[in-house]
């Protein structure tokens, strides 16, 4: 470790000596997604993008590196950090029943998925494998058809189990007739989520695959729930999502948020481990100026990252939804301008 060794002298020609050891920390990785998980190639032109968010349904038959995404290989064998989020929750298949398919030789059966998510009154709800289907181990198939592909891809990524676990399980969950509340379904869900993330280590993976869990962070008890110093002994990073959806929020309040409940309430594993933000943006009906507050985000990020606490390494704007850009070329130029600034560069 570097170290700096300090003297200093009085008038009277005393002195004394101390040091003390740093470190340099790399630059923060500003990255980006697309809707729909399109080729972003052209929106990263000329920009210091050095991330990238992705997401895959384990019911999808093409995880790695997804049905038609050759641009995908390309910017991960060119250095991008790709996360990619695996989620339980049913998409990208054709029908939601029973599927049957042969792995490197092995034959599997995975039954439909059992459990509904995202329960808010008044909508659809999201099928999804759920919490005791993977316990039972009857969602093997799954992870073994990821694996596979994955083996081939060419490169590491972060596994980034789940998008939100906060957001499926917000107005409970239901799984083979059975209905489980907020903080059961979150219970649930870690058990889960070790259960996968064993699996996997259990097996050869590429070198430098890492782990992470995904969260909103919108609410402080679910996030303490979904992190506890068992399941993140298994992980690399933390994460959470950061929003400004209301006219008083800033960056350095935005992406605050979440890291102070966790220096608050978790464990010293957790806090170990590094930050990876995989869904950030400014929503345009309250800030018709996105650039202006995209502009505000490098500082916020430096004085967080000054600040006790862990260390928030990757920020993947999300131009979609909520972080639609409006008008884009000047969203995009804002994020150019704002990764080409410190701690980003």
Known sequence: MPRVTVTVRDHGGRTATTTADYTIAPPVLGGYYLAGNGDPTADLTGGNFRSLTQYRSLADGYVFPGWNKPWLLALGRNGF??????????????????????????????????????????????KAYGYGQVLAGRCDGLFARALSQYRTLGFPVNIQLASELDTDHEFGTTESGVTYDW???????????????????SRPL???????????????AAYRRTHPESLMAKLDYLQWNVYATDPTHTALARFRRT??????????????????????????????????????????IARL??????????????????????????????????????PYA
């Open 81 to 126: 950090a790709i996360t990619v989020v695996l989620e339980l929750k049913h998409y990208g298949a054709p029908e939601n029943g029973p599927q049957t398919f042969t792995i490197d030789g092995i034959d599997y059966t995975v039954p439909a998925p059992a459990m509904t998510i995202q329960q808010r009154p008044g909508t659809a709800w999201p």
């Open 183 to 201: 903080a059961d379904s979150d219970g649930r869900a870690v058990q889960a989520m070790t259960y996968i993330v064993d699996w996997f280590r």
């Open 206 to 220: 590429p070198a430098g695959t890492t782990f992470s869990v995904g969260a909103g962070g919108f609410d402080r």
């Open 259 to 300: 890291r102070d409940w966790a220096v608050a309430d978790l464990g010293p594993v957790a806090l170990s481990r590094p930050v990876i933000v995989a869904e950030w943006g400014v929503r345009a009906a309250e800030f018709p100026d996105q650039a202006a507050w995209i502009a505000t985000v490098p500082s916020a």
């Open 305 to 342: 990252n000054a600040e006790r606490g862990p260390r928030i390494v990757r920020t993947n704007y999300f131009n979609s939804g909520w972080g639609t850009l409006s008008p884009k070329a000047a969203g995009l130029a804002a994020l150019r301008a704002a990764y080409a600034t410190r």
